[in-house]
């Protein structure tokens, strides 16, 4: 059996509303983890600054992309900014639920929602 690598695409760019848009598109797995590990940490070089997950692209999340999500959240708020996710299907939604993450982080149907959110704090 052949094992092959899931592929993830992360493109940040800045809201005008502020805060920082991760837009993951692909597999979020043991695989390709590190990569957001790695944009989040970029991102939170620039303390305060807002994160906000654009989900609507990732089409696989196993635990292990849960747990970096997970890691994320709490590394922004131990840096001082905010982090959440916007824009999951209705199949991820109903995954993150199932596996708790609404009780963890904020989640929002759209990335606009969550965006506006973080204007509200």
Do not use: W
Not at 3 to 28: C, K, N
Request: glycine content about 10%; hydrophobic content about 40%.
């Amino acid at each position: 059996m052949n094992e092959t690598e899931g592929t993830l695409a992360i493109s940040t760019h800045t809201h005008p509303a502020g805060p920082v848009v991760l837009r993951l598109a692909g597999e979020l797995d043991h695989y390709t983890g590190p990569s957001l590990r790695r944009a989040v940490e970029d991102v939170l070089r620039s303390p305060g600054t807002g994160i906000v997950a654009d989900l609507s692209d990732l089409v696989y999340c196993d635990s292990t992309g849960m747990t970096v999500i997970i890691t994320a959240y709490h590394r922004a708020q131990a840096a001082g900014s905010s982090f959440s996710v916007g824009g999951l299907s209705a199949v991820m939604t109903q995954l993150f639920r199932v596996a708790g993450l609404d009780q963890i982080f904020p989640m929002h149907s759209s990335v606009q929602d969550a965006v506006d959110a973080l204007g509200r704090k």
